[in-house]
């Protein structure tokens, strides 16, 4: 709460009265508050401010949302792995250089939903639907899922709404430390507490505000400890001179904490953004070098380093991850099925098929 | 807001008209051969807005028409006066949407009106939030920041601007460089279509970025030099060329494997068989096609594919395209 820089709140006068609200305006205190009829009031003090991507992470909305869940949309042209998202908040507090929410999201304040029993129903109805497989659900792909956790508890909420679902994954993804909260319960089994990794001198550059690494690889040891599966995200992975030895050197801190077996899964997935990002994270960002590298503009819109390179970078962290027996639970994000076949080949010596080379399907 | 009650119709001569003062001038359309020609052969019939400032008329619309009236040596042409006490906002408003249904702004001219508007005290917010969505801009600060950076730039800038229909990116970019550097950069793009001015911009700044030397030592590159000079020279075509070695410098990695695929395809010397593949290397295919007008030809191509995969080194063209690296 106290790392929060929200200067004013905004409520949305349909939930004025939800038990959810109180709690929330309870624990933000004495700041600044004001009741309108929609977003779009919020929507407008952003848009004035000089920088609306930077404002909109200074304002908190509370709302209900219409609904929460839906399946991820992964990439035009690339292999999708099937997740499906649940918005619970929207936007996020840190503020990196080369996040695509900067844009994708507009004006949107950072948000907080409170008509939690309509995600209940939701849940509950997924549950009883969905007939075979392994879902993976997660809310990390609007928001970071633990960032906004003191405030919400946003985090326990869902694990109890997973508890004895087996075959449902949830995914709480974060560049941010571990919610006390989390301490607290039993963990079940198929809730996986996940962290996006870059190596220090990245997070210092690009990532701001967020836990540094060893922050992050502490609290993903200490939710191991105490039961939970963990996983990882190497995304986006950059590349720079040097970077290999960055990125070894944080594989190997990785490994020193976290025994492989509690390890769910580890993605990685290289720098990668659509093209209108480009003109407004080089303004809000022009210290990075990040955007200096060559791309290609992929047939999706997006700019990506090219084909060599980014199989060369998947390569060199198998390599890596290999020594520490995890290529099994490796998996690409956003990667066309071509850059996925020669990976498969490579991580699973051809004992999986293209069709199923996720780690929680095996 | 005006109404037509607050104009009266008068003939007026242009010689008494301030064109010194432009200040509700924010099109930049040039009178062009239509409507001198019409002008020359009817006069102007639609009368001009002029309103009365220091105790002469000053131009509200119809600078094209007065540019033409002059060039035909007319004297007296139709006007509306705008009446009363109409401060300089509410006349301006009066220009700004007399245009406005008229045709599209260029980004040079929504800019100006941004300036106008920002001049005559529309409050900022106001700007953003009414206009810049009629001008079709996000209505964002960023947004009316550039639009007054924009409208900053000297006219004959402006000018090229408005001529290739810039968007605001490119725009936004050539900002970036210093004033000495987007003088030598206008200089260089004046003649070229919008999209050739925003990829060489493009590169430059990209090419700054990675190499960290400023755009006069990288102009004076060899690869660079001899485009440059041809360009600056007004020759248009040398841009190709520009383009080429630039896009070559910002990809270090695709034009090093598409030079030695190149190299390779030469090498196999096919006669009747055009081999091609991805240049952006995503995909990893050879595409063969076979070229003949007659039986006799296909029978060579065939041939000479045939030949060719018995000698030449085609796993290297499959080993390049594979290619995976730095």
Redesign the interface.
């Known amino acids: 709460m106290d790392g929060l820089q929200i200067k004013k709140v905004w409520l949305d006068r349909t939930v004025e009265r939800a038990p959810r609200t109180r709690f929330l305006l309870e624990k933000l205190g004495d700041r600044p508050l004001e009741i309108v009829e929609n977003v779009e009031a919020v929507k407008r003090a952003i848009r004035l401010s000089p920088d609306p991507a930077g404002e909109s992470k200074r304002h908190l909305f509370i709302t209900r949302q219409k609904s929460f869940i839906r399946p991820c949309p992964c990439s035009p042209g690339c292999f999708g792995c099937g997740y499906w998202t649940i918005d619970l908040d929207l936007n996020c507090p840190f503020d990196c250089s080369y996040c695509i929410l900067q844009k994708y999201l507009g004006f949107q304040p950072l948000t907080v939903a409170v008509n939690l029993e309509q995600l209940r129903l939701e849940l509950d109805k997924i549950f009883s639907q969905r007939a075979s497989g392994i879902i993976r659900m997660g809310t990390g792909e609007l928001a970071d899922s633990l960032a906004l956790d003191e405030l919400t508890g946003h985090s326990y909420f869902l694990i109890e709404c997973f508890r004895g679902q087996e075959r449902f994954q949830l995914e709480l993804k974060s560049k941010s430390s571990l919610p006390r909260s989390l301490l607290e319960i039993d963990p079940p089994e198929n809730v996986v507490l996940s962290w996006s990794l870059n190596p220090p001198e990245v997070i210092a550059r690009e990532e701001k505000g967020t836990a540094g690494l060893e922050e992050r690889l502490g609290a993903a040891a200490e939710a191991a400890r105490h039961g939970y599966r963990v996983g990882f995200h190497f995304d986006p992975i950059i590349h720079y001179t040097g970077w290999r030895q960055d990125y070894e050197r944080v594989i190997e801190s990785v490994f020193r904490q976290i025994p492989v077996e509690v390890i769910a899964w580890i993605s990685l997935g290289s720098l990668r953004f659509p093209a209108d990002l480009l003109p407004l994270a080089r303004r809000r960002f022009p210290e990075s070098r990040i955007y200096d590298h060559e791309f290609i503009r992929s047939q999706e819109g997006k700019y990506r380093y090219p084909r060599p390179l980014r199989q060369w970078l998947y390569q060199e962290m198998v390599v890596m991850l290999s020594g520490f027996q995890a290529e099994g639970r490796l998996y690409l994000c956003m990667e066309s099925a071509e850059v996925w076949r020669e990976f498969s080949e490579k991580i699973k010596k051809g004992r999986l098929k293209t069709a199923f080379p996720f780690p929680w399907q095996c | 807001m005006l109404g037509k009650d607050a104009m009266v119709y008068k003939v007026i001569r242009l010689a008494d008209i301030n064109q010194e003062d432009r200040r509700f001038r924010f099109t930049l359309n040039p009178a062009d051969r239509r409507l001198l020609n019409s002008v020359r052969e009817i006069g102007v019939l639609q009368p001009v807005i002029i309103i009365f400032r220091e105790n002469r008329p000053v131009l509200v619309d119809g600078w094209r028409r007065i540019e033409a009236a002059r060039a035909c040596r007319l004297i007296e042409l139709p006007a509306l006066e705008v009446t009363g006490q109409t401060d300089d906002l509410a006349v301006f408003l009066l220009a700004f949407f007399v245009n406005y249904g008229q045709r599209a702004f260029s980004l040079a001219e929504k800019s100006l009106a941004a300036r106008k508007f920002f001049e005559f005290r529309l409050h900022p ?1 106001e700007i ?2 009414r206009i810049l969505p009629i001008l079709e801009l996000p ?4 947004m009316l ?1 550039l639009m007054l950076e924009v409208s900053a730039l000297d006219e004959k800038f402006l000018a090229i601007i408005h001529r290739r229909d810039w968007k605001p ?1 490119t725009a ?2 050539l900002l ?1 460089f210093s004033p000495a550097e987007r003088a030598w950069l206008f200089l260089l793009v004046e003649r070229l279509s919008h999209n050739q001015q925003r990829e060489v911009i493009e590169n430059f700044f ?1 090419l700054i ?2 190499t960290g030397r400023n755009l006069e030592e990288l102009a004076m590159e060899p690869e660079l030099a001899g485009a440059v000079d041809r360009l600056l020279k007004g020759e248009t075509d040398a841009v190709d060329r520009l383009l080429g070695a630039l896009r070559k410098a ?5 034009s090093r ?1 598409n030079k030695a695929m190149d190299e390779e395809i030469k090498r196999l010397s096919l006669s009747g068989v055009k081999v091609d593949y991805d240049r ?5 295919g050879l595409r063969l096609e076979l070229e003949a007008s007659e039986f006799r030809e296909l029978k060579q191509a065939v041939k000479s594919l045939a030949d060719s995969l018995e000698t030449g080194d085609w796993n290297r063209l499959f080993e390049l395209l594979h ?4």
């Open positions: 917010d953003i939030e209505p964002e600060r960023r920041e990116s936004e970019l970036s990209s970025r990675r910002n990809s270090p990695l695709l494997v952006s290397l995503e995909k990893r290619y995976e690296g730095e």
